[in-house]
């Protein structure tokens, strides 16, 4: 399709979705509301969809870019491919057209084995390669929080068979939908933009106001990298709800913020770990060096990265979740006090029985800190829901 083409069709599909009414309790957090006002409405007027995916792959508009001239650019890229290695998955165990776009700006492009990669793509190759050692074959992914659309595009290129249901904001999704028809002008592209049943297409893109229609779908894994905790608490609940309890999801990757508060997410959520007991945690990486995350932003506070297999309603049972808090119980036996593993039992037990003596020696640890997650497990005490992050007491972990 020819470039004035992507940019029209995108800008067609914008127009209609900004005329959606926008449910009050997904509005956007502050940081993401001046995001859009201060950078998207510029780029929104780019003109060819060229110069829209240099403008994305350099600016921090959804995933921050790392420059070949910063001191820190080589040991990021450095960190990452050693990440990839130690995973199992080295950048040559990929096929040679996984790389990244001949578009991406050079302010962010080195090149590793004649392979042309920047921070931003060895960091969604990094979300790619663990979905393959976690989930093996997988057909569909429901990515909410798409970005510019770099994980989409890697997951296309390593798995072209897969097909893409993506969700966000209007203004973020129209950055996705021309970085995607650019790269991909033989796929099936699909945009809704009214209520009814999600479509069919390699790449399907679902405005947030239309996140409702989502219900009754089914996907082989769900992905959330880094955006559910930037939502207030009532978007990132209303989220949850649709994996949890709308859709069919057999896998969800679940990489977000946990711990001390940050300024610039004035009114960002409390947790974004707040799950329900159905879920099998079967990778729990924070502070560990295995997680991808902090090989992309080693100066960054540590994410928690999960990956996690929905129990089926068939094999719910007491006995099965007793058996499960009876593991976890072990293993915080065998922790130390504010550990990774601790914090893995204890949200594990947590989250399965709900008991209050639990609750309360967790929020002994995580109070004094001033931990964002100190509203929403003091919630759970007392019956209410947190509405916004607590201002920080002290430097947490």
Same mark, same amino acid.
């Given at each position: ?109 080195? !090149?590793? *084995?004649?392979?042309? @990669?920047? #921070?931003?793509?060895?960091?969604? $190759?990094?979300?790619? =390669?663990?979905?393959? %050692? ?65 479509? !069919?297409? *390699?790449?399907?893109? @679902?405005? #947030?106001?239309?996140?409702?229609? $989502?219900?009754?779908? =089914?996907?082989?894994? %769900? ?79 540590? $994410? ?94």
């Amino acid at each position: 399709m020819a470039s004035q083409s992507i940019v029209a069709e995108a800008r067609e599909h914008l127009a209609a979705w900004r005329k959606l009414p926008f449910p009050l309790e997904i509005m956007p957090a502050k940081i993401w509301a001046d995001l859009i006002a201060e950078n998207h409405e510029n780029i929104i007027q780019t003109l060819s969809p060229e110069a829209l995916v240099e403008r994305v792959t350099s600016d921090n508009i959804t995933t921050g870019p790392a420059f070949v001239d910063e001191p820190r650019f080589k040991g990021i890229i450095s960190g990452q491919l050693e990440w990839l290695k130690g995973f199992g998955r080295p950048l040559s165990s990929f096929p040679a057209y996984v790389q990244d776009s001949e578009l991406a700006s050079p302010r962010v492009i080195t !090149t590793e *084995d004649g392979r042309r @990669v920047s #921070a931003a793509f060895l960091y969604h $190759l990094g979300t790619v =390669a663990t979905l393959g %050692a976690f989930v093996g074959k997988f057909e569909t992914v429901l990515e909410l929080g798409s970005g510019y659309g770099g994980m989409a595009r890697l997951l296309k290129l390593v798995h072209p068979g897969v097909h893409i249901t993506m969700c966000d904001l209007p203004e973020t999704l129209y950055l996705c939908y021309i970085y995607l028809r650019r790269h991909f002008p033989n796929c099936t592209f699909a945009a809704m933009t009214e209520r009814g049943t999600v479509p !069919t297409a *390699d790449f399907v893109f @679902v405005p #947030a106001p239309l996140a409702s229609s $989502l219900a009754g779908s =089914a996907f082989d894994v %769900a992905v959330n990298t880094c955006s559910l905790s930037e939502m207030t608490q009532s978007a990132c609940d209303y989220y949850l709800r649709i994996i949890e309890n709308d859709i069919k999801v057999d896998y969800f990757h679940h990489l977000n913020r946990i711990g001390s508060p940050e300024p610039l997410l004035a009114n960002a959520c409390a947790t974004s770990f707040g799950l329900d007991r159905h879920w099998d945690v079967l990778d729990f990486k924070w502070h560990d060096p295995g997680n991808y995350f902090n090989a992309y932003f080693p100066n960054y506070g540590y $994410l928690l990265n999960l990956m996690l297999r929905r129990i089926p309603d068939k094999i719910r049972s007491p006995e099965l979740y007793a058996g499960m808090t009876s593991r976890a119980r072990s293993l915080l036996g065998a922790a130390s006090p504010g550990s990774d593993e601790w914090h893995a039992a204890m949200l594990d037990i947590i989250r399965i029985e709900r008991r209050s003596a639990d609750i309360e020696a967790y929020l002994k640890v995580i109070r004094p800190l001033g931990w964002r997650e100190t509203p929403y497990y003091e919630s759970l005490l007392n019956g209410t829901k947190p509405t916004k992050q607590s201002a920080p007491a002290s430097r947490g972990l």
